[in-house]
């Protein structure tokens, strides 16, 4: 696909998203998801907490993808041609389990200003309302950020367990993508999801954020990679760019980043959560 259309980008600027954008083939996600199954094999639990993020450090297949070229079109047209990958994260739900994400709003807490910058959710297994995929509230991207109760749910996929009460669910949409399709969502905009009721699991592949080469990080310290364009302003830490599959080189610079963006997620709370 090429850059997105006028008409999509008007959705985006309306509601705050736009879905579903073909990224990837069928094989391709499957590709994606055999290199996390793999990883999970040979080493448990490395994927598990904060060791779901930057995980395009350590594997060569995770970060072609945050390169794919159909990705950065689209992102290129939300966030203009100066585009740095700024994190991944892996949302995984497995089959009968309690996992869900709590109504939020990604800049919140992660410190990355002006908002210059976009979520890339991608579906790695299909997502749909039965195995939990997001919801968006249309249009909350307009205002400003909202009150968060931070509740460290035992069951909740986010850092602390943010959660904005009240959410009308019936104001909401659910974002519903084949595997191998991605969503691109507003630093702003209201969503969470619901939990798997599916007997296979749910994964996304999160490329959170694309940012703009003019997007600084006030509360501490991130590891980017250059994807397209320049990068002016050199206001970020570079990660290691993996040429082969968990290399120690990379998995220590995979370490020192997580545990950077660890600051950054709790920067100012008294309790650490699970992620």
């Known amino acids: 696909m090429p850059k997105l259309s006028d008409q999509q980008i008007n959705f985006y600027n309306e509601k705050g998203y736009i879905s579903p954008i073909d990224v990837f083939s069928t094989k391709e996600a499957k590709e994606i998801r055999d290199e996390i199954e793999s990883i999970e094999k040979k080493w448990p639990n490395f994927l598990e907490g904060l060791g779901r993020n930057y995980v395009h450090i350590i594997s060569p297949i995770f970060n072609k993808a945050c390169l794919n070229k159909r990705m950065l079109d689209a992102v290129e047209s939300i966030i203009g041609k100066n585009i740095l990958i700024c994190g991944t994260t892996l949302f995984i739900k497995n089959a009968n389990e309690k996992g869900f994400v709590s109504f939020h709003q990604d800049a919140k807490y992660i410190g990355l200003e002006p908002h210059n910058w976009v979520t890339a959710w991608v579906a790695i297994t299909d997502a749909n309302e039965n195995n939990g995929c997001m919801r968006m509230w249309p249009g909350s991207h307009k205002n400003n950020l909202k009150h968060h109760n931070q509740k460290f749910d035992a069951n909740n ?3 602390r367990g943010q959660t904005i009460e009240n959410v009308p669910i019936e104001e909401t949409e659910p974002v519903i993508l084949k ?3 991605m969503s691109l969502h507003h630093p702003t905009i209201v969503h969470g999801s619901g939990i798997n009721k599916s007997n296979d699991r749910r994964i996304g ?9 003019n997007v600084n990080q006030v509360l501490g310290k991130m590891f980017v990679q250059l994807a397209r364009g320049k990068d002016r302003y050199k206001y970020h830490q570079y990660s290691n760019i993996p040429e082969e599959f968990m290399n120690i080189k990379d998995i220590e610079c995979r370490d020192i980043a997580n545990e950077e963006l660890s600051k950054i997620f709790y920067n100012g709370s008294k309790k650490i959560g699970k992620y």
């Open 157 to 159: 996929l986010l850092t």
């Open 179 to 181: 595997a191998g399709q």
């Open 205 to 213: 592949f999160v490329v959170q954020s694309y940012i703009g080469d």
